[in-house]
């Protein structure tokens, strides 16, 4: 556990060097908002602003999916934590902590200010922030994996969101299903479902697809 911990603050630390990388999650979710916002005009923006956050978020999420592990497979550190004595399994979900905590925690830090500021209905900010607090770690185990099969590839940013944009489709109909109070806990109740079974599974499909990429 101690080196997996290592690699938390490793990662951690690499992410503050690249406080651009954050600032650009942070710019590109607030301008899709403020594009949707734009677009739908005044008369609807507030029913259809659980929609909007959501959305936004999923995609400004994705911006820095292609820094799992690509740095690693092109300086050889990858090979070295396939032969490390941490689990690889491990190892991956010390990285996908990781990239939730500098790219899953602003955007729930910046979601009640948009909220704000595209008329969330009353009472729809604690289902908002709770259905994103389960699914951005979704959204980041289910991007490390699309990450590893593509790794490698050309453009495999572009790659890495065509596989991931349709497996997050449910974590997106819950989580704006969240949004509204009138649903109750039962959307909740399946985003945290989602997140176990994601927990249990990514890691061990992730290593395998790193296993496979330095063969």
């Known amino acids: 556990m101690t080196g997996f911990f290592a690699i938390i603050l490793r990662e951690l630390r690499t992410g503050l060097r690249h406080l651009s990388d954050i600032s650009a999650v942070l710019a590109f979710f607030a301008l899709v908002a403020t594009l949707f916002a734009f677009?739908?005009?005044p008369r609807t923006l507030g029913d259809l602003?659980?929609?909007v956050l959501w959305t936004a978020a999923l995609l400004a999420a994705m911006l820095s999916l292609d820094r799992l592990f690509q740095?690693?497979?092109d300086d050889g550190g990858l090979v070295l934590l396939i032969l490390s004595p941490v689990p690889l399994e491990l190892v991956v979900l010390a990285k996908v902590i990781a990239h939730w905590l500098t790219a899953g925690v602003p955007i729930l830090v910046l979601a009640p200010l948009l909220g704000l500021a595209l008329q969330l209905p009353e009472?729809?900010?604690p289902g908002l922030l709770t259905g994103m607090a389960l699914g951005t770690p979704i959204l980041s185990l289910l991007g490390a994996l699309g990450a590893a099969l593509v790794?490698?590839?050309r453009r495999a940013g572009v790659l890495t969101a065509l596989l991931i944009l349709p497996?997050?489709?449910p974590v997106l109909i819950f989580g704006v299903a969240a949004t509204d109070p009138a649903n109750g806990a039962a959307?909740?109740?399946f985003l945290a479902a989602m997140l176990l079974g994601a927990l249990a599974l990514c890691p061990w499909a992730t290593a395998a697809a790193l296993r496979q990429s330095v063969l």
């Open 187 to 189: 959307p909740v109740l």
């Open 71 to 73: 740095p690693d497979h």
């Open 49 to 51: 602003a659980g929609g």
């Open 123 to 125: 009472g729809s900010l």
């Open 39 to 41: 677009g739908v005009g």
């Open 151 to 153: 790794l490698g590839a």
């Open 167 to 169: 497996l997050v489709i």
